[in-house]
């Protein structure tokens, strides 16, 4: 099976999406840990792996925002081009 170069654009978009949304549901379930835990230790431990998995969440946005704003930049440009 073939799969075409849009495709391939867009299962890779679909999967930085998804991870984007995993990490931020790993920093929800270990704010709800911290929440819970009554060790003011393993509270703060859980409360730290919250926040690196939050700053992974933002770095994939951030990325994902600079490719697309690439990506539009090299259309914009092509359009220019042929209007020349």
């Known amino acids: 099976m073939n799969i075409s170069h849009s495709e391939k654009r867009i299962a890779i978009g679909l999967s930085r999406f998804v991870r984007m949304r995993l990490y931020r549901n790993r920093a929800l379930e270990f704010e709800l840990l911290a929440e819970a835990e009554p060790l003011p230790d393993a509270r ?7 926040q690196h998995y939050r700053e992974l969440a933002d770095r994939e946005e951030r990325s994902d925002k600079a490719r697309a704003a690439q990506r539009l930049e090299l259309l914009s440009l092509k359009r220019r081009q042929a209007a020349e």
């Open 44 to 50: 703060l431990r859980f409360r730290i792996i919250a």
